[in-house]
């Protein structure tokens, strides 16, 4: 079955006092979530506003993605009883204990 979405994400950044602050805002169509990072420069540092830039914006879109990540495991555990009360596994290739066969005699 076919499905496109747009989602649009927004990305604010300003700098006052060394600071640059980063809000990137997801817009859905249904939902808004907002993600947020700071960068510090230090004050020895040569002033390259980019640098900031990037990085507290990289935290903040870092942010949004782990916010995401965490809502879609929560709906995962809302639609599938199987995953209830439990953590999603990473996929490695690898099968998990569930779906490998018991040790025949003389293994462990």
């Given at each position: 079955?076919?499905?496109?979405?747009?989602?649009?994400?927004?990305?604010?950044?300003?700098?006052?006092?060394?600071?640059?602050?980063?809000?990137?805002?997801l817009?859905?169509?249904?939902?808004?979530?907002?993600?947020?990072?700071?960068?510090h420069?230090?004050?020895?540092?040569?002033?390259?506003?980019?640098i900031?830039?990037?990085?507290?914006?990289g935290?903040?879109?870092?942010?949004?993605?782990?916010?995401?990540?965490?809502?879609?495991?929560?709906?995962?555990?809302?639609?599938?009883?199987?995953?209830?009360?439990?953590?999603a596994r990473?996929?490695?290739?690898?099968?998990?204990?569930?779906?490998?066969?018991?040790?025949?005699?003389?293994?462990?």
């Open positions: 079955m076919p499905h496109t979405e747009e989602w649009k994400v927004r990305l604010y950044l300003f700098e006052e006092e060394g600071t640059t602050h980063a809000r990137a805002v817009d859905t169509g249904t939902t808004e979530l907002s993600g947020h990072g700071n960068a420069r230090n004050p020895m540092d040569m002033d390259v506003p980019e900031g830039d990037e990085l507290s914006a935290r903040a879109l870092h942010d949004l993605g782990r916010q995401l990540v965490d809502i879609a495991e929560r709906d995962i555990e809302g639609v599938s009883p199987a995953a209830a009360g439990r953590r990473p996929q490695t290739g690898w099968p998990s204990p569930e779906q490998m066969s018991p040790p025949g005699p003389g293994r462990r």
